[in-house]
């Protein structure tokens, strides 16, 4: 008596659920992301064989452009709602009498790139909505023996984040003179330890040694 031979049917996998959700995912990426802003000052760092990360938060970052410009960023710490940014510009109001906004306190938290402007014109910078007047503000901060803003915005920075390290990203033709005031300013303020931003050094490959 012959087998019965059932009918082999080839599976069908439906692929709408997946693609479906990673629309869903791709949408929510694309409104909650923010794309980061330039920073004021083209850098060329220079290179190093050093694959430490730089950390996401407790960090203030001193960025010193060609020109001998030295701007600062730092980060809100590990939770967003510490609002440490706000704190350490209210901080300097105080110092330099300037009273600024609810509004200008927020603008300058969620700011995403590094700050070069002298404190009195700090309000100006807030208020204009224009990136190419903003620039015109980037001037760098002053580090005067008359007026050293940079040693009142890490002392400030210090204060009101204890857990704050520093890190300096120079430019690979900065001048030695730019890269020693901070580095005093630094020390004058009691930071001793710091971490240079560099570029991972690409790794040179011999092939003749290889093949030896």
């Not at 940014?85 to 609810?102: A, D, Q």
């Not at 590094?114 to 503000?137: C, H, N, W, Y």
């Not at 001037?139 to 023996?145: K, L, N």
């Not at 803003?149 to 890190?167: E, H, T």
Request: aromatic share 8%; charged share 25%; hydrophobic share 40%.
């Amino acid at each position: 008596m012959p087998k019965i031979k059932l009918p082999t049917k080839s599976p069908h996998i439906d692929m709408t659920p997946m693609v479906d959700t990673f629309a869903v995912i791709l949408i929510f990426l694309l409104l909650t992301s923010q794309m980061r802003s330039p920073e004021p000052a083209d850098v060329d760092t220079p290179f190093s064989i050093s694959e430490k990360p730089t950390p996401d938060f407790n960090m203030m970052t001193f960025l010193l452009a060609p020109d001998g410009k030295v701007f600062m960023n730092f980060d809100n710490g590990p939770d967003t709602l510490l609002k440490f940014r706000p704190k350490v510009l209210n901080e300097m109001g105080i110092r330099y009498g300037i009273e600024f906004t609810e509004k200008q306190l927020r603008e300058f938290e969620k700011f995403p790139s590094s700050v070069g402007v002298p404190i009195l014109q700090m309000k100006e910078f807030l208020d204009s909505e224009d990136a190419a007047i903003r620039k015109t503000f980037q001037t760098g901060i002053p580090m005067d023996s008359t007026d050293n803003q940079l040693s009142f915005w890490i002392l400030y920075a210090r204060q009101v984040n204890p857990n704050i390290q520093a890190c300096i990203k120079g430019d690979s033709k900065t001048a030695f003179e730019t890269v020693e005031k901070v580095l005093d300013v630094l020390q004058e303020k009691n930071v001793k330890r710091f971490n240079l931003i560099t570029n991972l050094e690409a790794a040179k490959i011999n092939l003749e040694e290889i093949q030896q």
